[in-house]
C-alpha cells in the first residue's frame, strides 16, 4: 500500500493516513474488488470537504476504474478534483468523471440535477450525500425552507427519491447498491410532528432535530426499498472550511482557533476512508434497529445502534407526507 505517497502534505485535509485508517484502506481495496465492473457513484456535496475526500477514497479503491459524478457549485473545484483523480489512476482505462452543477438548498435544482444524472445513469451503486451548512442564524431560502434544513434534509430526500429508478435497477441487477448520508448519526433529538418546518426551533435546536429527519429518511426510504441500504452517519470532527465559510462571524471567528485542536481533528482522507469502511460492510438484510437496510454508523463506521434515536411509525409517515409536499415531490 503506498496511499500516503499520493497525499499532498502541505493541505491539512490530505495529510498522510494514520496506520488506522491505512489498515482501514487496505479492507477498503478488498471490498471495492468484489463490486461490479466500473460501479456509478455519485458525490452530492463532492466538491469539497468530506464528500472530496470520500469521491477520491472511490477513486483509489477502485483503481479509478469507477464512473464518478460529483455534484455541487463550485465547477473551478470539481475540475481540480477531477484531474487529481485523473492523476491518482493513470492505470485505469475504463472510468469516467463528471461535474453536476447544483444548489442543493434548493429543490427545483435538485429536482433537475437528479433527473439529469438519472438521463445518463440508469444504474446508480452508491449515492452520497455530505453537502454541508453551518450558520448562527435562520435563513429561509426562496422556496420558503430553512436554508440549513433544506441543505442536510430536504436536499439529501429528494435527491434520494429522485434517482430511486436508478438504484432499484441497481438493486434489481443484483448489484451493491447504498444511500448514505453524512450528517449527525447518534446526536439525534425529539420531534413536534406539528412543526416540520421547525419555526419554533432554534437554530442550534436544527441540528439535533435535523439528525433524527436523517434517521427517518433512511428508515422509510429502506421500508420502502427492500434490497437497498440506507446509512446515516457522524463524519466526526473532521479539518474543513464549514466555519471559514460560514455566514456567522462568531463561526468564522473560531476558524481561526482551530489548528489548537489538529490533534482532536481528523483529515477529509482519513474521514472518507473510515466511513467506507463502515458503509462496505453493512448490508441490506439487516439494520441499526428494526428495519433492514437502514442503518446509522459512527465516524469509524461501526453501528451506532439506536443511541439517541426518536423514531417512531407516526414520525416517519408525518415527515414523509410533509417532505413529498415541501419539496414538491412526486414520490418515486
Known amino acids: 500500500m503506498h496511499l500516503s505517497a499520493r497525499q499532498d502534505t502541505s493541505d491539512p485535509a490530505h495529510l498522510p493516513l494514520?496506520?488506522?485508517a491505512c489498515q482501514a484502506a487496505t479492507k477498503n481495496l478488498a471490498s471495492a474488488a468484489k463490486l461490479p465492473s466500473n460501479p456509478v457513484a455519485v458525490f452530492v456535496g463532492g466538491t469539497s470537504e468530506i464528500g472530496q475526500?470520500?469521491?477520491?477514497?472511490?477513486?483509489r479503491h477502485t483503481k479509478g476504474n469507477s464512473h464518478i459524478v460529483l455534484v455541487g457549485r463550485n465547477r473551478v473545484a470539481a475540475e481540480g478534483i477531477i484531474?487529481?483523480?485523473?492523476?491518482?489512476?493513470?492505470e485505469s482505462r475504463?472510468?469516467?468523471y463528471e461535474f453536476v452543477p447544483c444548489d442543493v438548498s434548493l429543490m427545483s435544482d435538485v429536482h433537475k440535477s437528479s433527473a439529469e444524472i438519472f438521463s445518463r445513469h440508469p444504474k446508480v451503486n452508491f449515492l452520497v450525500l455530505t453537502a454541508g451548512f453551518m450558520s448562527t442564524t435562520r435563513d429561509t431560502t426562496p422556496e420558503g425552507l430553512d436554508k440549513k434544513l433544506a441543505v442536510q434534509y430536504y436536499?439529501?430526500?429528494?435527491f434520494i427519491n429522485g434517482l430511486l429508478p436508478s438504484l432499484r435497477t441497481t438493486r434489481d441487477a443484483g448489484e451493491d447498491t447504498k444511500v448514505f448520508s453524512i450528517y449527525s448519526a447518534g446526536h439525534g433529538g425529539n420531534i413536534d410532528i406539528n412543526d416540520l418546518r421547525l419555526k419554533k426551533s432554534t437554530s442550534s435546536s436544527i441540528a439535533s432535530e435535523g439528525s433524527t429527519y436523517n434517521d427517518l429518511m433512511c428508515d422509510e426510504f429502506a421500508l420502502r426499498n427492500p434490497g437497498i441500504v440506507f446509512a446515516h452517519a457522524d463524519p466526526g470532527a473532521v479539518r474543513t472550511n464549514l466555519l471559514k465559510l460560514s455566514d456567522s462571524f462568531l463561526l468564522r471567528a473560531g476558524n481561526m482557533i482551530m489548528p489548537l485542536f489538529s490533534t482532536l481533528t481528523v483529515s477529509q482522507d482519513k474521514a472518507g476512508e473510515r466511513l467506507w469502511s463502515g458503509l462496505y460492510h453493512v448490508g441490506p438484510k439487516a439494520g441499526s434497529g428494526e428495519i433492514p437496510g437502514s442503518w446509522r454508523l459512527t465516524s469509524k463506521g461501526e453501528d451506532v445502534g439506536l443511541k439517541n434515536y426518536f423514531g417512531k411509525p407516526e414520525y416517519r409517515k408525518a415527515l414523509w407526507e410533509h417532505t413529498l409536499a415541501d419539496t414538491e415531490s412526486t414520490e418515486a
Open 155 to 158: 436536499g439529501r430526500w429528494s
Open 94 to 96: 475504463t472510468g469516467s
Open 18 to 20: 494514520d496506520a488506522m
Open 83 to 90: 484531474e487529481r483523480m485523473k492523476a491518482a489512476s493513470p
Open 53 to 59: 475526500g470520500m469521491a477520491e477514497a472511490f477513486n
